[in-house]
T-cell receptor, first 116, second 114 residues
Framework: KQEVTQIPAALSVPEGENLVLNCSFTDSAIYNLQWFRQDPGKGLTSLLLIQSSQREQTSGRLNASLDKSSGRSTLYIAASQPGDSATYLCAVPQKNYGGSQGNLIFGKGTKLSVKP | NAGVTQTPKFQVLKTGQSMTLQCAQDMNHEYMSWYRQDPGMGLRLIHYSVGAGITDQGEVPNGYNVSRSTTEDFPLRLLSAAPSQTSVYFC?????????????FGEGSWLTVV
């Protein structure tokens, strides 16, 4: 059974720092991997989707990498800002539950706090 | 586009009561799903649908029913609410496709069962 782990569970950094969030998964046969952001009391917003054939994906100050062979992905946030404070979750498709079409298994997230 | 709309946002139920959480999307997505999010457990899949008239169970389906009579709507029914169903519920939709899908989530429904 696929398991997704995110370390650390919480992270506090000063504004302006570059940081890396980690995601690992046990079954490397994934179609893709997604990173999400969740603000308190809100739903999830998709940040980046990396296909299995890609090594990385970039959007603004965010860069996500994928290493299927080692079962790891990282989300790099450059020049962090207080507005980046949120919980970040990674997810991979669930093979048993229509995974190729969008149902996901999630990590428990990393709660990021960026202090001014 | 409104995206994925969930109602109600907050609900308190008594044990044994039934209710329906509504979910609608206006993106013509074929795939819709319901997750629950609990502290320490993360998000878990309850039910999903690959198109109108087709539904299937996810990881934690017990105590919940779904139907998909239209592409737009995917309601989640709690048959006889239990305190263990106190949770935050998220509806999500995605476009069918072999190359991976961006998933859109609703803002969540906070349910408390007393």
């Amino acid at each position: 059974k696929q398991e997704v782990t995110q370390i650390p569970a919480a992270l506090s950094v000063p504004e302006g720092e570059n940081l890396v969030l980690n995601c690992s998964f046990t079954d490397s046969a994934i179609y893709n991997l997604q990173w999400f952001r969740q603000d308190p009391g809100k739903g999830l917003t998709s940040l980046l989707l990396i296909q299995s054939s890609q090594r990385e994906q970039t959007s603004g100050r965010l860069n996500a990498s994928l290493d299927k062979s080692s079962g790891r992905s990282t989300l790099y946030i450059a020049a962090s800002q207080p507005g980046d404070s949120a919980t970040y979750l990674c997810a991979v498709p669930q093979k048993n539950y229509g995974g190729s079409q969008g149902n996901l298994i999630f990590g428990k997230g990393t709660k990021l706090s960026v202090k001014p | 586009n409104a995206g994925v709309t969930q109602t109600p946002k907050f609900q308190v139920l008594k044990t044994g009561q039934s209710m329906t959480l509504q979910c609608a999307q206006d993106m013509n997505h074929e795939y819709m799903s319901w997750y629950r999010q609990d502290p320490g457990m993360g998000l878990r899949l309850i039910h999903y649908s690959v198109g109108a008239g087709i539904t299937d169970q996810g990881e934690v389906p017990n105590g919940y029913n779904v139907s998909r009579s239209t592409t737009e709507d995917f309601p989640l029914r709690l048959l006889s609410a239990a305190p263990s169903q106190t949770s935050v519920y998220f509806c999500a939709s995605s476009r069918r496709g072999p190359s991976g899908n961006t998933i859109y989530f609703g803002e969540g429904s906070w349910l408390t069962v007393v």
